[in-house]
């Protein structure tokens, strides 16, 4: 094995607490993240359907620290995945502008479509910005589940379980979302 080249593209499943999530990679960063599915076959299903991803489970250390700061994230940990390497090859200016700009939000921090398109430079384009965001090929290191409707409505979420999955992911990042519980829901009598 002289001169063996590592190996530099691949795929994982990892299993998290809040269920089985699955990335991708290449040689130039994250190219897949599946957010949490019920079973390891339904995550290596939606991981194989994107053109590129590597058979090869062999993990460059990037993706070791990854995999333990998305297994963080689902135990309810604060997580900064802002670090993380993305290779976003293909997507138009547009998105990566959206993209680019949704990565500044913090772990908790939300805004709505609209605010996110004038941060990215493209005031007034919010609808066009949640299509961005429901193309995003990497969720969770691309944070679009920050990204509320106007009013502090939810909005619409592209992964496995819908808006509920959003709701959820923001309740794990302490964000509330939508009317305060009745008075009555908070004593147990």
Known sequence: MENALPIT???AVLETV???MGIAWSEKGLIRLCLPERSREAV???VFRHAGVSTSTEQP???VELIASIKAYAAGEDVDFSGVPVDLDGVDDFRLAIYDAARKLGFGETTTYGELAKRAGHAGLARETGAALGANPVPLVIPCHRIL???GKIGGFSATGGSATKEKMLAMEGVRVGPPPAAQASFAF
Do not use: K, P
Request: hydrophobic fraction near 45%; avoid cysteine; charge should be positive.
């Open 44 to 46: 290596e299903r939606r």
């Open 9 to 11: 593209a691949g795929h």
């Open 149 to 151: 409707a106007a009013g």
């Open 61 to 63: 250390q990037w993706v």
């Open 18 to 20: 809040i269920g089985f």
